[in-house]
């Protein structure tokens, strides 16, 4: 799929044909000199409903540049830059302006900053009022100097792939304002916190509660993957909720939002190329092939969607261990224990669905779309009916493989009761052997997952240069998740 927005930028004055180098040209065709505006295209989405909205934005943005207008005459020594031109032929794409200015108390101007939302590792998160149309944001602010030149590098790169997307689960970035020292980030607010916070209240989601957040997770990821963007930090923290609402059935539907792109890539070329091995995330969500520094690619998003789904079914992380190191010999074998009674009140379907995505291997993982049409996703466990031909036999397999793998379910289970010294003595019958899985084909087992990706090939990852970034982030991630080592029930 073409890249979107990051280069996208004109790199040649569209009046004075100088080049560029990335941002808009300081020359006559420009009026009167305000502030430095840059501005990105998000990704196409192609419906009206865009089309409305990317109006009332021009709207907005017309409005907004009038009161830059208004702010020139107090800022010295600010330059105003032609903005690139929308056009009709391309109202499917949107403009996250980027503003810079000379001080970073000039955003003020836009907005009353309210109640502290949060400190993140690098600056705060501040609930703020637009001035103009009362609407609540939250912003990042970040001290550029005081967070350093790696963490300046996370956060440009988590500004330039939210600039190119454009999903209802993934956070939406409204603009960016940039001064030498600060730089914030106008994100929409989501006032209910992270998933995390609603998760350690309620302790664990029911299955059709977390259905749902699985639902919209996995349509987010599915998005990122199809645009080539590889999170490779899912985690609670990082699943920010916008809106709840109680059904009729007295179950809580989230509308969650996926944030913190910092670690996020976007992989350009070829398949090969588009691999990566920066050992980067946060270990107990952290993919087999990461902790192995093996070339690795969006599955690693996958496997940790399946973690997240885990937690939020049993209020617990399928792997802990006292020492990180233990942590990634658990992971590396990754065998699934659903031993909790906890677990016996969960489909088979639900179970099924998390050895799909969280098989070691990610030549054999789910992929993102797959997953979209797994049965337990869809609801459609109880409904489905049965195959008619080879063809459908072949499709539901390979979206829901169990057959093959719970017949092997009591000998696992022995193994694990031997495995885990908290495991109770006498052997408890699965889900498995105690029902037949209304969904289970009995097909044989099939290769035919094995060529989706070729994990044997050897590249160097694309962003070199991100190494000690990367590093630095899982040091801060390795702390933000300390507390996973130390108690079994607290997350
Ligand atoms: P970090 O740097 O640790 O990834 P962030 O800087 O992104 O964290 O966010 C810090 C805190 O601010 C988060 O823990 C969250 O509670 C809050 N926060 C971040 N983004 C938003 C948002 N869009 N709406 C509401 N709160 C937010």
């Given at each position: ?190 006032e209910y916190g992270e998933l995390?916070e609603v998760l350690d209240q ?264 991100s190494g000690t970034v990367s ?21």
């Amino acid at each position: 799929m073409a890249d979107h927005g990051l280069d996208d930028i004109p790199t040649v004055c569209p009046h004075c044909t100088s080049p560029q180098d990335g941002l808009l040209c300081v020359c006559s065709a420009g009026k009167s000199p305000v502030l430095v505006v840059e501005m990105s295209q998000t990704s196409s989405i192609g419906s009206t409903d865009i089309f409305a909205s990317q109006e009332r934005k021009k709207e907005r943005n017309s409005s907004r540049e009038s009161s830059l207008k208004d702010l020139s005459i107090k800022s010295s020594n600010v330059e105003r830059k032609p903005q690139p031109q929308r056009s009709r032929s391309n109202v499917t794409e949107g403009k996250i302006p980027h503003i810079r200015m000379d001080n970073g108390a000039d955003i003020e101007e836009f907005y009353t900053f309210g109640r502290i939302l949060g400190q993140g590792s690098f600056g705060m998160v501040i609930e703020a009022i637009d001035k103009e149309t009362g609407a609540k944001w939250a912003i990042k602010k970040v001290n550029k100097d005081k967070a350093g030149s790696s963490a300046v590098k996370l956060l440009e790169r988590e500004v330039n792939i939210l600039k190119t997307v454009k999903h209802q689960h993934i956070i939406h970035l409204e603009q960016v304002f940039e001064s030498p020292q600060k730089m914030y980030l106008v994100m929409e607010l989501c006032e209910y916190g992270e998933l995390k916070e609603v998760l350690d209240q309620k302790g664990h989601f029911s299955e059709n509660e977390t259905r749902l957040i699985i639902q919209s997770l996995a349509s987010a990821i599915a998005y990122l993957h199809n645009k080539d963007i590889v999170h490779r930090d899912l985690k609670l923290e990082n699943i920010m909720v916008k809106s709840s609402f109680i059904d009729d059935n007295n179950e809580v539907n989230l509308n969650i939002k996926v944030t913190d792109f910092g670690l996020a890539v976007q992989k350009h070329g070829s398949r090969s190329e588009g691999m990566m091995q920066t050992t980067c995330g946060t270990p107990i969500y952290m993919a087999p092939e990461v902790i192995n520094a093996h070339d690795y690619s969006q599955q690693c998003d996958i496997w940790s969607i399946g973690v997240i789904m885990y937690i939020l079914l049993c209020g617990e992380p399928p792997f802990m261990a006292n020492s990180e190191e233990k942590l990634y010999e658990l992971i590396k074998k990754g065998e699934l224990r659903f031993e909790d009674p906890i677990w016996d009140s969960i489909s088979d379907s639900a179970k099924n669905a998390l050895k799909q995505l969280m098989k070691v291997d990610p030549a054999h993982r789910i992929t993102a779309k797959e997953l979209l049409d797994n049965q337990w996703l869809t609801g459609n466990t109880l409904s489905s009916a049965r195959p008619t031909n080879v063809l459908e036999m072949m499709k539901e397999w390979k979206n829901n493989p169990e057959s093959d793998e719970d017949t092997n379910t009591d000998e696992e289970t022995e193994q694990r009761t031997v495995y885990h010294p908290s495991a109770k003595t006498a052997k408890q019958p699965t889900d498995a052997a105690k029902k037949p899985d209304a969904n289970s084909v009995d097909m044989a087992s099939s290769d035919s997952k094995s060529n989706k990706l070729l994990s044997t090939e050897i590249k160097a990852e694309p962003e070199k240069s991100s190494g000690t970034v990367s590093h630095s982030a899982v040091t801060k991630s390795s702390l933000k998740s300390a507390t996973l080592f130390r108690g079994k029930k607290r997350l």
